[in-house]
């Protein structure tokens, strides 16, 4: 199994432009969530999908932030406009019910926002 | 979500055991103890989880208090692979909504 894919695996961008991450999970798996990483705070969760539909978007830290999955297969996390603050790495994971604890994550994106 | 207590960090020498300890004194009795562990640049992976029983897998051992207040992951043979940060999670597992702390940062020493 391919696992969980992410990317692209490093993006560097600077203040004000869009960015873009990608996300495909584990085939068969009914779960999708965002998490970010930052040495400061730590593991936070975004926002998190159940069959395509956005269960939980309250760890998403302003309206800059957007996160859609069209369909089973793939996620998109959006930033527009990108701020230096939101340098991190984002992970990606999956999971399966009746399992949603037991999530896989990707290898994640590290951005970085000059 | 019951909060959870961790050591910062702690040292095992490699081929022995290491038990790496959680507080959960605040956990309710529909919630189970979860473990992820997280290896420099990778994402978490899942470890193992627990509701009162003692649990055991391929990867570790979880061993939960009889009042359920704190519990314990032991590695029975470290390795310098097992060098991470190690995860104690409190969740009722009925949703995905993970909540992560700083952890326990294991260095596996030769």
């Known amino acids: 199994d391919a696992g969980v894919i992410q990317s692209p695996r490093h993006e560097v961008t600077e203040m004000g432009q869009e960015v873009t991450l990608r996300c495909k999970p584990i085939s068969g798996h009914n779960s999708l969530f965002w998490y970010r990483q930052t040495m400061m705070r730590g593991l936070e969760l975004l926002i998190y999908?159940?069959?395509?539909?956005?269960?939980?978007d309250s760890g998403m830290p302003e309206d800059r932030f957007s996160a859609k999955m069209p369909n089973a297969s793939f996620s998109t996390l959006k930033i527009q406009p990108s701020e230096p603050r939101d340098s991190a790495v984002y992970f990606c994971a999956s999971s399966s019910t009746p399992k949603p604890y037991e999530q896989y994550f990707g290898p994640g994106t590290r951005l970085t926002v000059t | 979500d019951a909060k959870t207590t961790q050591p910062p960090s702690m040292d095992c020498a490699e081929g022995r055991a290491a038990n790496l300890p959680c507080n959960h004194s605040t956990i309710s009795g529909n919630e189970y103890v979860y473990w992820y562990r997280q290896i420099h640049s990778q994402g978490p992976q899942y470890i193992i989880h627990?509701?009162?029983n003692n649990e055991t897998n391929e990867m570790a051992s979880l061993i939960i208090t009889e009042d359920r207040k704190s519990s314990t992951l032991i590695l029975p043979h470290a390795t310098l692979r097992d060098t991470a940060v190690y995860y104690c999670i409190v969740h009722s597992g009925n949703t995905g909504k993970l909540i992560f702390g700083q952890g326990t940062t294991l260095q596996v020493k030769p």
């Open positions: 627990g509701l009162k």
């Open positions: 999908f159940n069959n395509n539909v956005p269960i939980d």
